[in-house]
Structure formats: C-alpha cells, structure tokens
C-alpha cells in the first residue's frame, strides 16, 4: 500500500485495519476454544453451569466478530474512497467532514449533522 495520495489518513486507516483484522483474529482463535469446550462439556450433564457460561461466551464472541467485520468493510470502503480522491467527504451532504471527526473515526462516511439525522448508521 505505497501509492501517491496516502497521506495521514491512509496511515491511520492501515493501522486501524491492522488492528482489526488482529483482534478478529485473536476473538476467531478464542471462538474455536469455547466451541470445543462446548463440546466437552455437552458429554456432561447439559444443565451444567460452565456449558451455560459458555454458551454466554459463544454469543457474544459471535457478535464481537461480526462487529468487528463490519468495522473492516468500512475501513477498506474508506481506503478505496481514498483511492478515488471521495475520502473525508460526507457521502449524504457531500460537505467536508469534520478533522476531529475523522480522527475519532477514520472510517467515517458522513459529517456529524448527517450521521445524527441518520442513526441507524453509526458511522
Ligand atoms: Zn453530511
């Protein structure tokens, strides 16, 4: 990722994307355990409470993950909006968005005003 035109925010992008795909990782490796202990644990009586708690952990393992590559699917949006010359502008109003914004949330698609009229997007 060495091309012309990545400046700052490309760097913060990169690493914001390093950082997910570790963390997806790292929860996917912690995933795998809990699913075998899971099954260990289902050879026991099944109103065991270690299977219940990690039926708890499972779930939200599950939905940290899938949190996490909705996080990545915007990130690498935000790179190819980069690419194109489209990066930090908001994509409702087409305004700048704000810096400090984009600082907070490098990934982010629409300015403040748009985001707060759109809350079904967080970002
Ligand atoms: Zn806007």
């Known amino acids: ?28 490796a912690r995933l795998a355990a809990v699913i075998e202990a899971t099954a260990d644990a289902a050879s026991d009586d099944e109103h065991d409470p270690e299977g219940t708690t ?3 952990e499972r779930g939200q393992l599950v939905a940290q993950i899938d949190r996490s590559r909705v996080r990545l699917e915007e990130i690498d949006a935000a790179l190819e909006r980069l690419g194109r010359g ?38």
């Open 86 to 123: 489209a990066y930090g502008r908001c994509e409702t109003c087409g305004e700048p968005i704000d810096p400090e914004r984009l600082e907070v949330l490098p990934a982010a698609r629409q300015c403040v005003r748009c985001a707060a009229r759109n809350p079904t997007r967080r970002w």
């Open 54 to 56: 990690l039926a708890v």
């Open 1 to 28: 990722m060495n091309r012309p035109g990545l400046d700052e925010s490309g760097a913060s992008l990169i690493a914001e994307r390093v950082r997910t795909a570790a963390l997806i990782e790292s929860l996917s």
